[in-house]
């Protein structure tokens, strides 16, 4: 089993940034891909971004490529999301996600992870 607990959630202004952290505990952090989703009120959960077992892969939504970034510390057993010059439609709740395929690549597609954590709410105001 693996649990993932996300924090770093908030209230920001238009423009601001946010830092979201993913604590994982359970099996080997390092051996599994991690991916960062979120849900917005009445839409499905969408892909944001994700990053390999060696963080020498990522891949993002257009949406935020250019403005978020992936990042992980296997030692810490954390992965984290930095988001800058946020906006209003980036209002959701922020889930992070591990896949235990092998292959050791990204993912993009929900389906394909094992494990989510609860989720932290992003509120962007205009």
């Known amino acids: 089993q693996v649990q993932l607990v996300e924090s770093g959630g908030g209230l920001v202004q238009a423009g601001g940034s946010l830092r979201l952290s993913c604590a994982a505990s359970?099996?080997?952090?390092?051996?599994?891909?991690m991916g960062w989703f979120r849900q917005a009120p009445g839409k499905e959960r969408e892909f944001v971004a994700t990053?390999?077992?060696?963080?020498?892969?990522?891949y993002y939504a257009d949406s935020v490529k250019g403005r978020f970034t992936i990042s992980r510390d296997n030692a810490e057993n954390t992965v984290y999301l930095q988001m800058n010059n946020l906006k209003p439609e980036d209002t959701a709740v922020y889930y992070c996600?591990?896949?235990?395929?092998?292959?050791?690549?990204?993912?993009?597609?929900?389906?394909?992870?094992?494990?989510w954590g609860q989720g932290t709410q992003v509120t962007v105001s205009s």
């Open positions: 359970g099996r080997s952090f390092n051996r599994y891909t």
């Open positions: 990053i390999n077992w060696s963080s020498s892969r990522t």
């Open positions: 996600a591990a896949d235990f395929s092998p292959g050791g690549g990204t993912q993009s597609v929900r389906g394909e992870y094992d494990y």
